[in-house]
């Protein structure tokens, strides 16, 4: 199985469709360069500033990592939040979820002479696994042109179906996501992958958001990340995405907030973010079911 790749004039379900069948999928070209420019710019000073992490092997050691990604770069909000993206998401996660979250934002630079980062799935962060549900999708957003000789994710496309088992699985059919700058990859929380070695003599940078199901908690505490008086400065849709509001409505809410915050959102901007929670039984439903 090899990776597809689409156009950014891709539809959602084009892209949604290739993400569920082989676990990953590449749109390339969706950014203006410009704005990947931007991003990279405000990144800079954090980047630089963030260190080298001696420490962790899975981190690597020449690798530079950066979290609260929009206290530091307003701009990658067009990313976090971008149609295309939020369209993805909302058809791999709402089927199991009234609102989902981001649950990380990192940029990473991967540093020239860095070695291949150990294969993993994200979603081995919760202790569960429910058949045929994803708890999350990963976005990596290339902020550098993404070659197999730089570091360009390495991805295992189909692995999203290997079952975990106590035996690591066979994860040598990787493939390296090459794609040019602006151009975004898709992986389910249950997808193999990870950074690829970089044997160039340039950094490659890029920017992974994770959107987990609105009733985990979050890999990075966005609230930290993002606090209130930065997420006001954004739109509706992406404060509700950074976790400015209640899963759930009714007397099933998870996370509501009754005080005051300048970020939070009382009702997602997307109606189906926030359907009621199913009741049935109703005297309607009896008079439907058998076809009054
Ligand atoms: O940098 C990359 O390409 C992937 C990094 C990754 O998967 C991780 O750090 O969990």
Known sequence: MRLTYLEKTADIAPVTDALRRDGAVVVT????????????????PQLDASGLDTRSDFNGSKTLRTGAVLTAAPSAAALVDHDLVVGVA???????????QVGSMTAIEILPGESAQALHRDDSLYPIEINGMELEIGVMWALDDFTAENGATRIVPGSHRFIRSWHLPDVSGWESAVMPKGSVLFYLGSTWHGGGANRSDAPRLG??????????RQESNQYLATPPEVAARFGTRLRALLGYTAHGSGDDQIGKFPGNCPAWVDVPPEPAWRDERGQVGSAADVEAQAGV
Request: net charge negative; with cysteine; hydrophobic share 45%.
């Open 90 to 100: 909302n058809e791999t996660l709402l089927p199991y979820c009234a609102t989902y």
């Open 207 to 216: 920017l992974i958001n994770t959107y987990s199901l609105g009733w985990l």
């Open 29 to 44: 070209g969706l950014a203006e360069p410009a704005l990947i420019d931007t991003v990279a710019e405000e990144l800079r």
